[in-house]
C-alpha cells in the first residue's frame, strides 16, 4: 500500500496499561459512528483487527461497563509490530490520508528505556510524529509522577539516538483526562525533560472511556490528535531552483568562443 499512496506512519510508544490500545479502540468507535469531530471514514485495511481491540468495549454484562475496555496487547511474532490502517477524509477540504498505527505491548518500550533493544521499533524511523502514551493517573500520584518524567526523559534520549540525532516530533498524549486533568507545573515539567533532551513536544488530553460521560465524554480529545498529527499539507520543495549568475560571470556566453 505504501507503494502506491503517501502513508503517514505513527510511532506509538508507552508502558503497559497506559492506554495505548484504548486510544486505537476509542479512535475506531468514533469513527464507525461517524462521531470523530471533521473526519469522516474512507477505508480500511485492517477491520478485523480493529474489531478484535475494540470487542472488549462491546461486551458490557447488564448494562454495566467492564472493569477493563481492551485487553492487553500481546504478539503473535514478537519480532515485528502489528499495524492498523484508517483511511480519513478531512471534511473541511476533503483531504484524504492514510494512517498506519502500531499497536505493539507496553515492554518494547520498557526495554527500549532500560536496556536500548531498538530492533523491533525500527519502523519509526519512517514515523512523522511518536505519540508516547501517558497514564494521566500516575502523573497526578505524587509518588509515581518523578519515576514516570523520568522515564520519558529517556526514552526521548534513547530514540534521539535511534533516529540517529534527527529531532524526533513526540506528542505526550496523557489518558484518564477524565478523573484527572493535567497540572499546569507538571506539563511545564514535562515540556522542561523533553527540551533537555532536543525533542519538540506537544500534549494532548485524552479519554479513550470516560467514567464521567456527563462532563468529559468517551473520546475527548481523540480529533484534536488527529488534527495535530496530520497537520497542515507540507510546502513542496522547488523542482527546478532558479539562480541568478554572479554579476560579471559570463562563462556560458564565452563557451566555445575561442574555438
Known sequence: MMGKRYVNVVGILGDPESG?????????????????????????????????????????????????????????????????????????????????????????????????RADRLDFLKSAEVIWVVLDGRSLADIEKRNGLIARVGQLAARLKTMLEGRRPRLMLVVTHHDVHVLDDQVAQRLRTELSRRDAEVEIVGVAPFSDKPQSVP????????????????????????????????RAYLNYRRSQ
Open 20 to 116: 495505548k490500545t484504548a486510544c486505537l479502540a476509542s479512535l475506531y468507535l468514533l469513527i464507525s459512528h461517524a462521531k470523530l469531530d471533521g473526519w469522516s471514514f474512507a477505508d480500511s485495511r485492517s477491520l478485523a483487527g480493529f474489531e478484535d481491540i475494540a470487542r472488549g468495549a462491546r461486551d458490557w454484562n447488564e448494562g454495566r461497563a467492564p472493569e477493563q475496555m481492551t485487553m492487553h496487547t500481546e504478539m503473535a511474532d514478537d519480532r515485528r509490530p502489528g499495524f492498523l490502517h484508517l483511511r480519513l477524509v478531512r471534511r473541511e477540504d476533503g483531504r484524504r490520508v492514510d494512517l498506519a498505527l502500531p499497536d505493539i505491548p507496553g515492554e518494547w518500550t520498557q526495554e527500549l528505556v532500560s536496556a536500548a
Open 218 to 249: 468517551a473520546g475527548f480529545g481523540l480529533a484534536e490528535l488527529i488534527n495535530l498529527t496530520i497537520g497542515a499539507l507540507p510546502d513542496r520543495p522547488t523542482f527546478w531552483r532558479s539562480t541568478e549568475p554572479p554579476e560579471g560571470s
